[in-house]
């Protein structure tokens, strides 16, 4: 199978200096070590693979043609000028469609008669921390991400209050959070350096939409009713798996995510034993303080669990999964998408 990214030469060279990248620098590179580039199947991984005609016209005439999404479900609500038909026209060209979100996969599928759209979590592979166990834990708590939600800044004014981290891009545009910003754009490795040190990592499965974008799924009733991501959309929220997730499996941080009307973690990652649950940001107080008591009695087993699942979501696994389309493969809960 032929790996396409659709990036250029400077970025895929510089790629790992950029944060926003994240763990897709590690994917990418894993995929590109693998790409078969006699092979007449191509599997493309980046969003302007999806929307660019330059680039699928090159690969028309290939047996099989697929796409990995790790945006999904943001597609459906942009600009005013990209609708549903947008949307159809990207994903047309694909025979398959490897989408993070089970709603979206469930929808698209009805729209267009056939199970085009598959349900796969998202690929991470952390090279760079190793062995996380063997690493002192000195930090309570750590977030990594921008500020785009109401539950992201009450999270983090209650984190100030501990031994805490907050890694950011840069300005969260917000004064009184900015101020708590502790680390900036930094490398993707040196972002793990950081986050191995810390004993819970906070997690939040959820997108923002701004009234522009609600006004837009307003206006087309059927997305509404019948796409699950968007059954809440009044509250300006949709679900969304971050690959946050596995990056604070995999350096043995204790996943600390907010549960909310989708849980989408739950097809990934089993509550209590693999990760666990806040609801409203004052209870991080008493978390907190149990987790830095009860660290090696309680706690350090849940992430050694979590550890050992995130391992199934590397990029080597899901590749296997993607090469054989062998269901017997899938270690994840895909009811959702059905």
Same mark, same amino acid.
């Given at each position: 199978?032929?790996?396409?990214?659709?990036?250029?030469?400077?970025?895929?060279?510089?790629?790992?200096?950029?944060?926003?990248?994240?763990?897709?620098?590690?994917?990418?590179?894993?995929?590109?070590?693998?790409?078969?580039?006699?092979?007449?199947?191509?599997?493309?991984?980046?969003?302007?693979?999806?929307? %660019?005609d330059s680039i699928k016209e090159q690969y028309q005439h290939y047996k099989t043609k697929s796409?990995?999404?790790?945006?999904?479900?943001?597609?459906?609500?942009?600009?005013?000028?990209?609708?549903?038909?947008?949307?159809? %026209?990207?994903?047309?060209?694909?025979?398959?469609?490897?989408? *993070?979100?089970?709603?979206?996969?469930?929808? !698209?599928?009805?729209?267009?008669?056939?199970? +085009?759209?598959?349900?796969?979590?998202?690929?991470?592979?952390?090279?760079?921390?190793?062995?996380?166990?063997?690493?002192? +834990? /000195?930090? /309570?708590?750590?977030?990594?991400?921008?500020?785009?939600?109401?539950? &992201?800044?009450?999270? *983090?004014?209650?984190?100030?209050?501990?031994?805490?981290?907050?890694?950011?891009?840069?300005?969260?545009? $917000?004064? /009184?959070?900015?101020?708590?910003?502790?680390?900036?754009k930094l490398l993707t490795s040196e972002k793990y350096y950081q986050m191995v040190t810390c004993?819970?990592?906070?997690?939040?499965?959820?997108?923002?939409?701004?009234?522009? &974008?609600?006004?837009?799924?307003?206006?087309? $009733?059927? *997305?509404?009713?019948?796409?699950?991501?968007?059954?809440?959309? @009044?509250?300006?929220?949709?679900?969304?798996?971050?690959?946050?997730?596995?990056?604070?499996?995999?350096?043995?941080?204790?996943?600390?995510? +907010?549960?909310?009307? #989708?849980?989408?973690?739950?097809?990934? @990652? =089993? =509550?209590?034993?693999?990760?666990?649950?806040?609801? =409203?940001?004052?209870?991080? &107080?008493?978390? *907190?303080?149990?987790?830095?008591?009860?660290?090696?009695?309680?706690?350090?087993?849940?992430?050694?669990?979590? @550890?050992?699942?995130?391992?199934?979501?590397?990029? /080597?696994? !899901? #590749?296997?999964?993607?090469?054989?389309?062998?269901?017997? !493969?899938?270690?994840?809960?895909?009811? +959702?998408? !059905?």
């Amino acid at each position: 199978m032929k790996i396409v990214h659709g990036m250029s030469q400077d970025m895929l060279t510089n790629m790992e200096n950029y944060f926003a990248w994240g763990g897709g620098v590690y994917v990418i590179k894993d995929l590109l070590q693998k790409s078969n580039e006699d092979s007449d199947h191509v599997l493309m991984v980046t969003l302007d693979c999806a929307r %660019k005609d330059s680039i699928k016209e090159q690969y028309q005439h290939y047996k099989t043609k697929s796409l990995i999404t790790e945006w999904t479900p943001c597609e459906f609500a942009e600009i005013p000028s990209r609708n549903l038909t947008h949307v159809l %026209k990207d994903y047309e060209y694909f025979d398959n469609v490897y989408c *993070i979100c089970p709603y979206s996969c469930k929808y !698209l599928n009805n729209l267009y008669g056939y199970n +085009k759209f598959k349900y796969a979590p998202c690929w991470f592979t952390n090279y760079t921390v190793q062995n996380p166990f063997e690493i002192e +834990k /000195d930090t /309570d708590i750590c977030y990594v991400g921008g500020i785009h939600l109401i539950a &992201h800044a009450q999270a *983090i004014d209650v984190m100030s209050n501990y031994k805490y981290k907050f890694l950011t891009l840069g300005t969260c545009g $917000h004064p /009184d959070i900015d101020k708590y910003r502790t680390h900036q754009k930094l490398l993707t490795s040196e972002k793990y350096y950081q986050m191995v040190t810390c004993r819970i990592s906070l997690n939040i499965n959820m997108i923002d939409f701004r009234q522009h &974008h609600i006004n837009m799924l307003m206006s087309d $009733h059927d *997305i509404v009713q019948k796409h699950r991501a968007f059954n809440n959309i @009044y509250s300006g929220t949709a679900p969304q798996f971050k690959m946050r997730v596995h990056e604070s499996a995999s350096v043995g941080a204790l996943i600390l995510c +907010k549960r909310d009307n #989708w849980n989408i973690i739950e097809d990934f @990652y =089993e =509550e209590g034993k693999e990760f666990i649950y806040y609801d =409203e940001s004052e209870e991080l &107080h008493d978390i *907190i303080k149990d987790v830095r008591e009860n660290w090696n009695n309680k706690y350090k087993q849940i992430t050694k669990n979590a @550890y050992n699942r995130y391992l199934q979501y590397t990029t /080597d696994n !899901l #590749w296997d999964y993607i090469k054989t389309s062998d269901k017997n !493969l899938i270690t994840w809960n895909t009811d +959702k998408s !059905l």
